[in-house]
């Protein structure tokens, strides 16, 4: 497993923009599959991107497209999710999460795909 530090959050307008951080520790970053999920309150935890590990394959939730980026950096040891054009309904605290697999390509949606997870960065949107 590797540990992850998230960072990035904060409070911004509508329509503005963030960008997510997230730090994996270990030297087999580049093995995983990297996912950003959110939750808000009162509800579930949802998926919100997810990239291979080798870069190729990238899905966004819908509700996202469009509007937020999945990237990573293998040298940094780092998946980054850069929002923009923010809503209200944005407001979450944002999880990264490592999956590992052999499978470069691999690009996992589910949270049970995924065996670690950061603490945590919130995000909130005003109106």
């Known amino acids: 497993q590797v540990q992850l530090v998230e960072s990035g959050g904060g409070l911004v307008q509508a329509g503005g923009s963030l960008r997510l951080s997230c730090e994996a520790s270990?030297?087999?970053?580049?093995?995983?599959?990297m996912g950003w999920f959110r939750q808000a309150p009162g509800k579930e935890r949802e998926f919100v991107a997810t990239?291979?590990?080798?870069?190729?394959?990238?899905y966004y939730v819908d509700s996202v497209k469009g509007r937020f980026t999945i990237s990573r950096d293998n040298a940094k040891n780092t998946v980054y999710l850069q929002m923009n054009s923010l809503k209200p309904e944005d407001t979450a605290v944002y999880y990264c999460a490592a999956a590992g697999s052999s499978l470069g390509n691999w690009a996992p949606r589910a949270e049970t795909a995924f065996g670690s997870w950061g603490q945590g960065t919130q995000v909130t949107v005003s109106s």
């Open positions: 990239i291979s590990s080798s870069g190729l394959n990238i």
């Open positions: 270990g030297r087999t970053f580049s093995s995983y599959a």
